[in-house]
């Protein structure tokens, strides 16, 4: 019983220790790794090389899966390119076995690592920011090491009482039963690193033979996408076909590697790397996962399609990238909000265009409201719950220019609710310049800097047409009505202007920011 309870506890430090190291990794590294999957996923092949890297760094392929979901959802990565980056987190993933075997195994550094512990909590206790944050990093990579003693401490005596014996009697059987307790093991654990880890540990003590715990692991890697499944749930499109792909790749890949291991046996262990059990389980694991990238990089193309079919588009609402699952990770989380605020301007300057435009088309200005305003009551509702440090500075500032874009987009939405105006500026034939132009530039994508010189231009234009309607008509051939509409509608103009300016700007502020 004592061994049980020790087995446990170790388990539980080496769990432990794993999500210390991979939050405190992923806030110390998460700006220039969102830096880095924006930049380096052009290809499939070149995602491939980003999610292993970033992977590797923050120990956690959840992690950067949630990252490239929040690119997809903001459209800054296609759905093809992400692919690669899931390819690459499951070689990246593995790195965790490797560190196991050759520091873990090898340099036995459970004892060594109890000192450590106490340096890390003093920098816990005492330092701020970076400090704080290494210091659970240190905390997490010490516990990660006195767990795994501890389990093979336990293993000693328990060698035999682990597992059924059904389980360790070998055949294909056998092998199918461990893949589906690999399976639950990582669901339970939520941690397919922690699991390999495990799987060393069984293999190691002798209670698994090299097959074994090779189906094991062949169905820890199914497992951990299971998570991703349950969490793209009521998710947007992006999501569920991410967590989708992901699934079918682990399944393919484990279905190729599952037949190979009686067969890579004898070259796992004839390996210069060594010869031992560990070292080869460990080799089978990054291979598996190697030979599942090769045979599916050149399919990236049709799995994408075939994903895409299965995941059917939806008549989505113009929040569905507002996925609470990417509040995990604040950055995602904005690039979702800008995603909405780009489909919500979109909506917006669509409809101003068909209304000022030569057909007058009011068919979309009549919905606007019915489309927009529940899309920006959900900005406002996401946005409050998005989490961001005081060191922070960037991502606050980045927050900041969101904030003012659903301002202004709020302020544009009000505007389009002055129909007279509108019919103003399209009946009166000295304001349909001013109002055909204001069309064109709502379906142009126009720099900033040509916005706010355009804005500057038509407001000192609309000041001198109200002060000349004000001044030329004192035999007042003009009734005083109209001539108050034709002024109002000209302020309303400027304001269009003004609001189309801003959120341009502060959409361009924001970019500099992420």
């Not at 108050?484 to 269009?496: F, Y």
Request: aromatic share 6%; glycine share 10%; hydrophobic share 55%.
């Amino acid at each position: 019983m004592q061994g049980v309870a020790q087995f446990l506890g170790g388990v539980g430090l080496f769990l432990f220790g794993m999500g210390l190291m991979t939050t405190a990794l992923r806030e110390l590294a998460a700006g220039r790794l969102r830096h880095l999957l924006a930049r380096f996923t052009e290809t499939p092949l070149a995602g491939v090389a980003t999610g292993a890297v970033a992977t590797a760094v923050v120990q956690s392929s959840s992690a950067v899966t949630v990252m490239t979901i929040g690119f997809v959802g903001a459209g800054l990565v296609g759905f093809s390119q992400s692919l690669g980056v899931l390819y690459g987190a499951n070689i990246g993933t593995t790195i965790t076995g490797w560190v196991v075997v050759l520091v873990g195994f090898k340099l036995q550094l459970g004892l060594a690592a109890l000192p450590l512990v106490f340096v890390a909590s003093l920098m816990g206790l005492l330092g701020r920011g970076r400090v704080e944050r290494a210091g659970r990093l240190l905390a997490g990579f010490a516990l990660l090491f006195i767990g795994l003693e501890m389990m093979q401490a336990a293993m000693a005596g328990l060698d035999g009482r682990i597992l059924p014996g059904l389980l360790a009697g070998g055949g294909w059987l056998a092998r199918l039963q461990l893949a589906a307790l690999g399976i639950v093991l990582t669901l339970l654990m939520q941690s397919s690193s922690a699991g390999v880890a495990l799987a060393l540990v069984l293999l190691g003590s002798g209670a698994l033979g090299f097959a074994e715990a090779a189906a094991l692991v062949v169905g820890m890697n199914v497992g951990t996408t299971f998570t991703g499944l349950l969490a793209a749930l009521g998710g947007g499109r992006a999501m569920r076909m991410t967590a989708l792909a992901n699934f079918l790749f682990n399944l393919a890949t484990a279905a190729l590697a599952f037949p190979l291991i009686g067969l890579v046996t004898p070259l796992l262990h004839a390996s210069p790397l060594g010869s031992d059990d560990p070292t080869a389980l460990v080799l089978f694991h990054t291979g598996f996962n190697l030979f599942g990238t090769l045979v599916f990089l050149p399919l990236t193309g049709p799995f994408a399609a075939l994903v895409e079919r299965l995941v059917p588009m939806r008549r989505a609402a113009l929040a569905e990238p507002l996925d609470l699952r990417l509040l995990a990770d604040e950055g995602a989380a904005m690039d979702a909000v800008q995603a909405v605020a780009d489909a919500v301007a979109r909506t917006i300057s669509t409809a101003l265009a068909d209304a000022l435009g030569p057909r007058r088309d009011l068919r979309r200005l009549v919905v606007l409201d019915s489309r927009v305003r529940p899309a920006l009551a959900e900005l406002e509702a996401y946005l409050v719950q998005i989490n961001l440090p005081a060191e922070r500075t960037q991502a606050r500032e980045r927050f900041a220019a969101l904030l003012h874009q659903i301002d202004h987009l709020t302020r544009l939405l009000a505007r389009c609710h002055e129909g007279e105006r509108i019919s103003e500026l399209a009946d009166d034939a000295r304001l349909t310049r001013p109002a055909r132009l204001l069309s064109l530039v709502l379906q142009c994508d126009l720099p900033v800097a040509r916005l706010a010189r355009l804005t500057t231009l038509v407001d000192a234009r609309a000041r001198r047409h109200r002060r000349a309607a004000l001044l030329r008509e004192p035999d007042w051939r003009v009734a005083p009505g109209e001539l108050l509409r034709r002024t109002d509608a000209m302020r309303w103009l400027e304001r269009v202007y003004d609001h189309i300016e801003r959120i341009a700007h502060y959409r361009a502020a924001a970019k500099q920011k992420s």
